[in-house]
C-alpha cells in the first residue's frame, strides 16, 4: 500500500510540474523576433502605455526632476543634454534602422557633420574628403576648418589607395565620404575606403544621405560613423530640420559629449516630427527608387539630354559597384542638358517638381546645383564635382510614376 502511494504522489507531482511548464511556457516573454527594415521604422524605440497612449507623447518639458544619485553631467535629463524621451525613442529608431548599437540625433545634418568632426579632430589633425561633397560640408571645411586648426585634402574616392596614400599624413585622422555624391551620384570606392582606412588606422565617416538605411547601412561593410541629414528622405515631409550619427556605442557617446557642450540639440516637438516620418520610411524610398529608375531611363533615351547620372543605369561608370552595394539607387537624378538656357526651359516648365533646394521630400523638387545648392563653390571645385551650368539636379518624391513621366516629356517637347 506504502508503495502504490508513493507512485501515486510521484505522477501527481510530474502532472503538477508539466501543467506548470505549459503555464510559464504561455506566460513568458518570448524571444525577440527579427523583422525587416520597414517593420523596424514603425516600432523600434517606441514608448507606448503611458496613460494608455499608444503612441509616444511630446515631452515639452525643457528640464526634469533631478535624480539624488546623479554624479554625472551627462546624465542629467535636460532637453540641451539630449536625452529626454522624444530624443531616446529617435537614437533607438535610427539604431535599429542603420544595424548600429547605438544613434544620436541632432539640430540639423551640419551639426551632425561638424559635431562628429569636432568630436574626432582636434588642432593639427587632418582628414582625407571625398572631393565634390555637399556644399555645406565643402564650404565648412575651406571657410572654417582652419580657426579650429583641422586641416584637410580632398581626394578622389573613386580611384584607389595609390591616390590616397599621396594625401596621407602622419596626422591624417579621419577619411571623409558619401554613400553617393551631391549632386552627380558618383560612388566611392566605398569597400576600398574602409580597407584603406583600417590599414591606416583612420577613422571612417560616410554621409548617407542619398540613399537611407532603406538602400544601404555602412556599418555592415565596415564604416565606423554613418550621417544623415535627416531633414531629407529620412523624416520626407519638409517640415523640420534634424540630422543623426549612428555606430557603435564608444563612438557615438563622445560625440554626444560634444553635443551637449556645442548646443545643435534637436527641440522636442521636431523629435515627433521626425519620428513620425520615419515610420513610413520603407514606403516612401520604394516609391522613390521607382521613379528614380523610371525617369533616369526616360531621360537617358530622351535626344535633347545630354547626358545621365544614376547608379542604376548600366552606363552610371560605378553601376556594378552599386549593384553590389546597395539595395535600390533612391530617387535623385542628375542629368545634363545641352546649355544652360535649355535647362532654364525646362525647369520654368515642370508642373510638379518644385524649383527649389533641398531633396527627399514627399514632393518631387528641382534645381540647377551652379546657381543653387553649390553657388558657393568656385568654378573650378563645380568641375571637380562633375557640376555644369546646364547641370540639372532632381528629387523624385512619390507621386505616381506616370504624372512624373508625363510631366518630364511636356517640358521637354520644345527642346
Given at each position: 500500500?506504502?508503495?502504490?502511494?508513493?507512485?501515486?504522489?510521484?505522477?501527481?507531482?510530474?502532472?503538477?510540474?508539466?501543467?506548470?511548464?505549459?503555464?510559464?511556457?504561455?506566460?513568458?516573454?518570448p524571444?525577440?523576433?527579427?523583422t525587416a527594415?520597414g517593420?523596424?521604422?514603425?516600432h523600434?524605440?517606441?514608448?507606448?502605455?503611458?496613460?494608455?497612449?499608444?503612441?509616444?507623447?511630446?515631452?515639452?518639458?525643457?528640464?526634469?526632476?533631478?535624480k539624488?544619485d546623479?554624479?554625472?553631467?551627462?546624465?542629467?535629463?535636460?532637453?540641451?543634454?539630449?536625452n529626454?524621451?522624444?530624443?531616446?525613442?529617435?537614437?533607438?529608431?535610427?539604431?535599429?534602422?542603420?544595424?548600429?548599437?547605438?544613434?544620436?540625433?541632432?539640430?540639423?545634418?551640419?551639426?551632425?557633420?561638424?559635431?562628429?568632426?569636432?568630436?574626432y579632430?582636434k588642432?593639427g589633425d587632418?582628414v582625407?574628403?571625398q572631393n565634390?561633397v555637399?556644399?555645406g560640408?565643402h564650404?565648412?571645411l575651406?571657410?572654417e576648418?582652419h580657426?579650429?586648426?583641422?586641416?584637410?585634402d580632398?581626394?578622389?574616392?573613386?580611384?584607389?589607395?595609390?591616390?590616397?596614400?599621396?594625401?596621407?599624413?602622419?596626422?591624417?585622422?579621419?577619411?571623409?565620404?558619401?554613400?553617393?555624391?551631391?549632386?552627380?551620384?558618383?560612388?566611392?570606392?566605398?569597400?576600398?575606403v574602409?580597407?584603406?582606412?583600417?590599414?591606416?588606422?583612420?577613422?571612417t565617416?560616410?554621409?548617407?544621405?542619398?540613399?537611407?538605411?532603406?538602400?544601404?547601412?555602412?556599418?555592415?561593410i565596415?564604416f565606423?560613423?554613418?550621417l544623415h541629414?535627416?531633414?531629407?528622405?529620412?523624416?520626407g515631409h519638409?517640415d523640420?530640420?534634424?540630422?543623426?550619427?549612428?555606430?557603435?556605442?564608444?563612438?557615438?557617446?563622445?560625440?554626444?559629449?560634444?553635443?551637449?557642450?556645442?548646443?545643435?540639440?534637436?527641440?522636442?516637438?521636431?523629435?515627433?516630427s521626425?519620428q513620425?516620418?520615419?515610420?513610413?520610411?520603407?514606403?516612401r524610398?520604394?516609391q522613390?527608387?521607382?521613379?528614380?529608375?523610371a525617369?533616369?531611363?526616360?531621360?537617358e533615351?530622351?535626344?535633347?539630354?545630354?547626358?545621365v547620372?544614376y547608379?542604376g543605369?548600366?552606363s552610371?561608370?560605378?553601376?556594378?559597384l552599386a549593384?553590389?552595394l546597395?539595395?535600390g539607387?533612391?530617387?535623385?537624378?542628375?542629368?545634363?542638358?545641352?546649355?544652360?538656357?535649355?535647362?532654364?526651359?525646362l525647369?520654368?516648365?515642370?508642373?510638379?517638381?518644385?524649383?527649389?533646394?533641398?531633396?527627399?521630400?514627399c514632393?518631387?523638387?528641382?534645381?540647377?546645383?551652379?546657381?543653387s545648392t553649390?553657388?558657393?563653390l568656385?568654378?573650378?571645385e563645380?568641375?571637380?564635382a562633375?557640376?555644369s551650368?546646364?547641370?540639372?539636379?532632381?528629387?523624385?518624391?512619390i507621386?505616381?510614376?506616370?504624372?512624373?513621366?508625363?510631366?518630364?516629356?511636356?517640358a521637354?517637347?520644345?527642346?
Open positions: 500500500v506504502h508503495f502504490s502511494a508513493s507512485k501515486m504522489i510521484r505522477r501527481c507531482v510530474r502532472q503538477c510540474q508539466a501543467k506548470a511548464q505549459k503555464v510559464a511556457t504561455k506566460t513568458q516573454v524571444v525577440e523576433l527579427e527594415i517593420t523596424k521604422a514603425v523600434a524605440g517606441e514608448i507606448r502605455g503611458i496613460e494608455g497612449a499608444l503612441l509616444t507623447p511630446t515631452f515639452s518639458s525643457a528640464t526634469y526632476l533631478l539624488p546623479v554624479s554625472d553631467y551627462h546624465s542629467i535629463k535636460y532637453i540641451r543634454l539630449n529626454t524621451p522624444n530624443h531616446q525613442v529617435l537614437d533607438k529608431k535610427i539604431a535599429a534602422l542603420e544595424n548600429t548599437e547605438a544613434a544620436l540625433v541632432f539640430a540639423s545634418g551640419m551639426a551632425a557633420i561638424t559635431t562628429t568632426m569636432m568630436t579632430l588642432a587632418h582625407l574628403v565634390g555637399y556644399g560640408t564650404t565648412w575651406t571657410h576648418a580657426n579650429f586648426g583641422i586641416e584637410f580632398f581626394v578622389d574616392s573613386r580611384l584607389g589607395p595609390s591616390e590616397w596614400q599621396a594625401k596621407l599624413k602622419p596626422n591624417t585622422k579621419v577619411f571623409y565620404v558619401e554613400g553617393m555624391s551631391n549632386p552627380c551620384l558618383r560612388i566611392a570606392n566605398l569597400p576600398g574602409v580597407s584603406f582606412a583600417k590599414a591606416n588606422n583612420l577613422l565617416m560616410i554621409d548617407n544621405t542619398f540613399l537611407s538605411p532603406y538602400n544601404f547601412r555602412p556599418t555592415e565596415g565606423d560613423l554613418v541629414s535627416c531633414t531629407k528622405f529620412m523624416n519638409q523640420i530640420v534634424a540630422g543623426s550619427v549612428a555606430g557603435k556605442f564608444d563612438l557615438v557617446e563622445p560625440v554626444r559629449h560634444m553635443l551637449n557642450h556645442l548646443g545643435g540639440s534637436i527641440d522636442p516637438h521636431a523629435c515627433t521626425l513620425r516620418g520615419l515610420k513610413t520610411l520603407a514606403l524610398m520604394r522613390h527608387n521607382q521613379n528614380g529608375m525617369v533616369a531611363q526616360f531621360l533615351s530622351h535626344p535633347a539630354v545630354k547626358s547620372s547608379p543605369l548600366a552610371h561608370p560605378q553601376h556594378e549593384k553590389s546597395f539595395d539607387y533612391g530617387g535623385m537624378v542628375a542629368f545634363d542638358m545641352k546649355t544652360k538656357d535649355e535647362a532654364s526651359i525647369l520654368s516648365r515642370l508642373q510638379i517638381p518644385a524649383v527649389t533646394v533641398s531633396l527627399g521630400a514632393e518631387s523638387l528641382v534645381t540647377r546645383p551652379e546657381g553649390h553657388v558657393g568656385s568654378k573650378e563645380q568641375e571637380i562633375g557640376i551650368e546646364s547641370t540639372v539636379r532632381l528629387s523624385l518624391g507621386e505616381d510614376t506616370e504624372d512624373l513621366l508625363n510631366d518630364l516629356k511636356q521637354i517637347s520644345v527642346l
